[in-house]
């Protein structure tokens, strides 16, 4: 296990189009958390799973975002009918449960671009 | 609310030169701080918590909460400590990391 690791590293895709993500985060970890950064901004919370359950999502999180952590492994990310405000780096993380928290193990992201 | 501030979006230095990274938050509770740190093509890594009160690569960062403060600090600074640094806050919702819009530090040779 190298550590937390995401699929794609880079998409484009044209406005309107759906894309899905994957996230595959350090094995022992049982809490996921997808994030959204943007150039000259730090990360910002999408919403995290703890184990398969999704258990907070930010307003940020619109009704075309969707996140699913399947039997509490990998995660996906899909955003249907992208638009170009959606164009960001999409950040996975895992942690816990025998570290803390916040103590936050990121992968090396997915550079979405929308056309 | 709950909000990370980092005044400075680029600080440039002479290898050699004290570096300071400044980072304020409001926060009503005990906060717990971090820095975190992406240096080129790498992935973004925790630097160190001030629960810690360690040094990591010289670095060290003091939590003042009459300032409600947590700035970054290093002596003397080298060319590999050039790289994005993220000062956050771990607040009230125990799930959630409160992100500041990051620094970018380049030591200049």
């Known amino acids: 296990d190298t550590g937390v690791s995401q699929d794609p590293r880079h998409k ?14 350090i094995s022992e970890h049982n809490r996921l958390y997808w994030y959204r950064q943007t150039l000259g901004q730090g990360p910002e919370f999408l919403t995290y799973f703890q184990n398969e359950a999704q258990l907070e999502k930010s307003r940020l999180l619109s009704d075309r975002f969707s996140a699913e952590r399947p039997k509490g492994s990998f ?10 405000g959606d164009s960001a780096m999409y950040l996975c ?16 992201g997915t550079r979405l671009t929308v056309l | 609310a709950q ?3 980092q005044p400075e979006k680029l600080l440039s230095v002479f ?15 005990s906060p717990e701080l971090f820095w975190y740190v992406q240096y080129s093509r790498q992935r973004l890594q925790l630097l160190l918590r ?6 990591i ?15 970054l600090k290093k002596p003397f600074a080298q060319e590999e ?11 009230d919702s125990n799930y959630q990391l409160i992100w500041g819009a990051g620094t970018k530090l380049i030591i200049k040779p």
Request: net charge positive; glycine share 8%; with cysteine.
């Open chain 1, 12 to 25: 484009i895709t044209k406005r309107g189009q759906n894309v899905t993500f994957r996230c595959d985060p």
């Open chain 1, 75 to 84: 995660s996906t990310l899909e955003i249907q009918r992208t638009e170009q």
């Open chain 1, 93 to 108: 993380a895992s942690t816990g449960p025998t570290s803390s928290y916040n103590e936050q193990f990121f992968g090396p």
């Open chain 2, 3 to 5: 909000r990370v501030t």
């Open chain 2, 15 to 29: 290898k050699g030169a004290p570096v300071e990274l400044k980072c304020n938050y409001s926060y009503s509770g």
């Open chain 2, 50 to 55: 001030h629960i810690s009160r360690e040094s």
């Open chain 2, 57 to 71: 690569k010289g670095f060290t960062a003091d939590l003042n909460k009459g300032e409600t403060s947590f700035h």
């Open chain 2, 81 to 91: 400590d050039s790289a994005m640094y993220y000062c956050a806050l771990w607040g």
